[in-house]
């Protein structure tokens, strides 16, 4: 915030005019994903949660977002007024760490089954990869709206101090809340009706391949 003087001051005008604007920089990076077939679909529920909205998980997409920023920017002090100004350099990296999918290790690749299951996974991977372009997009306006190309004022010394807490209380508490409304997305694709459909694809493969499963684990 600007101190409170009646009209632009000289110092104001250096501030404005002769160091460089506010940039805000933001990166997404698609880090690309593998498949796994190592884990059985007892496993994979377990490794999904109690959240779990079927009793068998025969498919996961794990995807862990990460959100990195770094801050910098010219300073100039003023002796009179005891305050200075900065004009932040905010650069802002969204990307995923390498995507997971797993299908569940009953299920042979190459089968009916295996085919259906990871075609609905691919649906989870690819709501990840297009949902991180908007929210850069939602960052990049909140950003613009918040700091409009134009230097911060603080007391002598304090002013990239503010900016890191702003960026650490604020920023990144905000962006991560953004991240995670995907899973909004997700939950949508997981319907009752989309699991009623994978359990009778392939001619009842799925219901064979579990019932096969569950029986021989039994004591």
């Known amino acids: ?26 990166n997404v990076r698609q880090n690309g994903y593998s498949i796994d077939t190592s884990q059985s679909f007892r496993t994979l529920g377990q490794m999904h949660g109690p959240d779990a909205r079927h009793p068998y998980v025969l498919g996961l997409t794990r ?7 770094n801050v910098d920017g010219p300073i100039l002090y003023d002796s009179l007024s005891g305050y200075e100004c900065v004009a932040p350099h905010i650069e802002v990296s969204l990307f ?14 190459g089968s009916c089954a295996y085919k259906e299951i ?14 991180l372009p908007k929210v850069e997009a939602v960052v990049r306006a909140a950003l613009s709206r918040r700091f409009e190309g134009k230097p ?21 508490p905000y962006i991560k809340a953004e991240l995670a409304k995907v899973e909004t997305l997700q939950a949508a694709i997981d319907s ?4 009623e459909r994978l359990s009778k ?17 039994r004591p």
């Open 152 to 172: 911060l004022y603080a007391p002598a010394g304090q002013a990239k101090a503010l900016l890191a807490h702003e960026i650490d209380t604020g920023w990144i």
């Open 96 to 109: 995923y760490v390498p995507i997971i999918v797993y299908v569940g290790r009953e299920f042979a690749p």
């Open 192 to 195: 009752p009706a989309e699991y």
């Open 118 to 131: 990871l075609a609905h996974e691919m649906r989870h991977l690819n709501t990840y990869f297009d949902y």
């Open 63 to 69: 995807a862990e977002s990460r959100v990195a920023v």
């Open 1 to 26: 915030m600007a101190p409170a003087w009646a009209a632009r001051t000289p110092f104001q005008a250096r501030c404005e005019d002769s160091i460089s604007k506010t940039i805000s920089v933001l």
């Open 201 to 217: 694809v392939c001619q009842g493969e799925v219901q064979l391949i579990l019932h096969s499963a569950t029986t021989k684990s």
